[in-house]
């Protein structure tokens, strides 16, 4: 079981806005567990903080804008990627600006000042975004698209296309987190073709070629070019000489690629979870990647308890034989068949029912339904186990529940399903008494949920 993470201790960086060009205070805290990201704007008055999730994003243009209540923030994207990829679940982050500073463009400071104070493993549990099945979402009008599809881990491919002579195809692929310090020093890009509309709106007073890569790949007069370069500050350049303008080369080959890799991570961290999927992206930007968190955001809150993963393939923590050695229920009154996972505070079991129960002759005869007092029954036997394994000599012990409230029946649980069950301590135990929430589901359904209150008693 993997822990909530946050800072060891804060940090502080300064520099420019993108956008604004202010000169820009940020500041990263610890903060408790379940807190996620916050963004505390301290140049305002009261200090108004706001939540860094999906439903905030109100602009996707040149960079991902939160706003709510009045309250504004943007270019948040490549702090965002780095808390992300470092496992930081809780993060209080105060800037005194209405954007976070732009620095060299890229998450490699960020990443640096993680690494310098260090991450601490909280108390609680992680609660993953298990992808279980393909998710999409299409721009037909841009030709972009970001699919989501299961895996064991949190991985991307990116693949970035232009119509240029100097950036057309490139792709980048992030295999495992482990893998984001090799490519947090990728900056952002902007074409000189979009540069003065992006003036005329007045945006990107902070711009520079120390904090973007600048791609010349169309030509225009000298006049515009040099007038551009004025407003830019930067030195004229023959207007015949296609390319990359920089103050420094590429850091890497695919560099583009690598930046829009970033962006979707930073923007996927909006979802408030960490994700267990593979994501494959095809000409990303904050306006899709913000529709595919959104997306996983919609079907959190429908599914706010996401069923275990249950491969049968996979051998059992426990099988029926140890089960028994802790557990003193036989047949027909054994519910819990094997054990797939076990942690600190949390279980889960499985339960096949097969059309010879003996329950199922008399409840229903026209139509087996396995009785709810049973579901709970085996729910309670899974909590049992749990309780069980804390303890030294387990078979000296039994436990009974003493209370059972809140049940919740959602669905029919019929011959041929398999119920797993995932039991989670509320509390730790204290003087033998534990409370825990049962969930058990039929596929990814919720079928039913309960609260227990139980006593571990030693065998006279």
Same mark, same amino acid.
């Given at each position: ?44 008055? *009261? ?22 209540? *009045?309250?504004?923030? /943007? ?16 993060? !209080? ?6 954007? =976070?500073?732009? #620095?060299? *463009?890229?998450?490699?400071?960020? /990443? ?7 991450? +601490? ?11 279980? &099945? ?8 841009? *030709?972009?698209? !970001? ?13 970035? /296309? ?5 950036? /057309? ?13 090799? %490519? ?18 007045? %945006? ?31 030195? &004229? ?21 690598? &930046? ?48 275990? +993963? ?7 923590? =426990? ?9 003193? &229920?036989?047949?027909?009154?054994? #519910? ?89 301590? %509320? ?13 058990? =589901? ?9 609260? =227990? ?8």
């Amino acid at each position: 079981m993997q822990k909530q993470k946050t800072l060891a201790t804060s940090f502080s960086l300064q520099g420019k806005g993108l956008h604004t060009g202010l000169d820009i205070q940020i500041s990263f805290h610890p903060a408790p567990e379940n807190h996620g990201y916050k963004i505390k704007r301290v140049d305002l008055e *009261g200090a108004p903080t706001i939540d860094a999730v999906a439903e905030n994003v109100a602009g996707t243009q040149r960079g991902t804008v939160l706003s709510k209540s *009045g309250i504004q923030v /943007s270019t948040i994207e490549h702090a965002m990627a780095a808390l992300y990829a470092y496992g930081i679940d809780n993060c !209080l982050i105060e800037v005194n600006a209405p954007e =976070f500073p732009i #620095l060299d *463009g890229s998450s490699y400071y960020y /990443s640096e000042e993680i690494q310098k104070v260090g991450i +601490v493993e909280q108390n609680a549990p992680r609660d993953f975004y298990i992808v279980k &099945h393909k998710i999409e979402v299409k721009d037909e009008a841009t *030709g972009s698209s !970001l699919i989501i599809l299961p895996d064991e881990k949190f991985s991307i491919n990116v693949l970035i /296309s232009f119509n240029s002579p100097v950036l /057309s195809n490139q792709f980048a692929t992030l295999d495992d987190l482990s893998e984001f310090p090799s %490519l947090a020093a990728s900056r952002t890009f902007v074409f000189v073709r979009e540069v003065e509309a992006l003036l005329q709106n007045n %945006l990107i007073k902070g711009g520079d070629l120390d904090n973007a890569i600048v791609i010349y790949d169309q030509k225009i007069s000298q006049e515009a070019l040099d007038c551009l370069a004025d407003k830019m500050n930067i030195p &004229h350049k023959d207007v015949t000489d296609l390319g990359y303008i920089n103050n420094k080369p590429l850091v890497f080959d695919n560099e583009p690629a690598r &930046h829009k890799l970033i962006d979707v991570i930073g923007d996927l961290a909006l979802i408030g979870k960490p994700i267990r999927g593979r994501v494959i992206a095809t000409r990303p930007g904050h306006k899709i990647n913000n529709q595919l968190a959104r997306t996983i955001r919609k079907d959190i809150k429908q599914n706010s308890i996401q069923a275990p +993963v249950y491969n049968p393939e996979n051998p059992p923590i =426990f099988d029926v034989n140890q089960i028994r050695k802790l557990l003193p &229920h036989r047949y027909p009154f054994q #519910l819990v068949d094997k054990i797939i996972e076990i942690g600190g505070n949390y279980i889960v079991g499985i339960k096949n029912t097969t059309t010879d129960e003996p329950f199922f002759q008399g409840h229903f005869p026209e139509e087996p339904v396995m009785p709810g007092v049973l579901q709970i029954e085996a729910m309670a036997q899974t909590g049992g186990l749990l309780v069980l394994n804390s303890v030294d000599e387990p078979e000296r012990y039994s436990t009974y529940f003493l209370t059972i409230n809140n049940v919740k029946f959602r669905q029919k649980v019929v011959p041929g399903d398999t119920l797993i069950m995932r039991l989670e301590l %509320l509390a730790p135990i204290r003087r033998g008494v534990s409370t825990m929430k049962g969930y058990a =589901f039929v596929g990814d359904k919720l079928v039913t949920e309960a609260e =227990f209150m139980a006593q571990i008693v030693k065998n006279k």
